[in-house]
């Protein structure tokens, strides 16, 4: 049999790695995380637990990565502006302690984390984020 | 007043994440997407060591924890 040239071959995602796969089980995995409370012994072995996995598929490199920039486009900069806009209320909400008065990003979550949809919901952005950066 | 001031500053910050991530994403932008930033940064090595790689992933590894277990 002839060999393909690489150069024409396409790689294909594995089935584990097609979105009619991955994002059931993203919602699956979110829909159970919702369950368990903050400062539960289950959020944390969960939390740990699945950031675990998703750290040892993206350092062993078992995923199919996109293929990387390896220049950033000089509009980069315009990153700064949100991240420098959310990092000073952060650090003065932070530095001046003033609880609900002046409260951090974190204390403002809070209440609305406690709703269990909410909570499933924070769980799939969080998941389907840390997917995405093992696909990178 | 304070406290309205904070939610307001947060939200101008959420709505500025997703104002440049639409500029990048339209037909000939210079900006790159907040995917393609990540993946440049990932790229950055010590060595042998995925340095970017294993900072991206302890730093979102954290934001879970802080949001959703503590």
Redesign the interface.
Known sequence: MMEQPHDLTVDTPRTWERPVVCVPVLVALSLV?GR?P???TE??V???G??GV??WL??TKRVQA???????????V??T??VV??G???GV?FIAA?G???????L??DPL?EDRLV?SA??LV?LS??W??VR? | M??A???G??L???A??G??EW??RREG????T???????V??YEVGPV?VG??G???F??W????????
Do not use: Q
Request: overall charge positive; some cysteine; glycine content about 10%.
């Open positions: 995380g368990f903050s400062f539960s959020a944390n969960y939390v740990f699945a950031g998703l750290i993206g350092l996109r293929p990387a920039p390896e220049r950033l486009r000089p509009g980069a315009w990153w502006l949100p806009v959310f000073i209320f952060e909400t003033a609900d008065d002046f409260p951090t990003f974190s403002l979550a984390l909570r924070a769980w969080w984020a840390f995405g950066l990178r | 304070m406290r001031l904070a939610i500053g947060f101008v910050g959420l500025l994440f104002l440049v500029l990048a932008s210079k900006i790159p907040l995917g393609e930033l990540c993946g440049y990932m790229r995925p790689r294993i991206l992933f302890g979102w590894w934001i879970g924890w802080h949001f959703l277990a503590r």
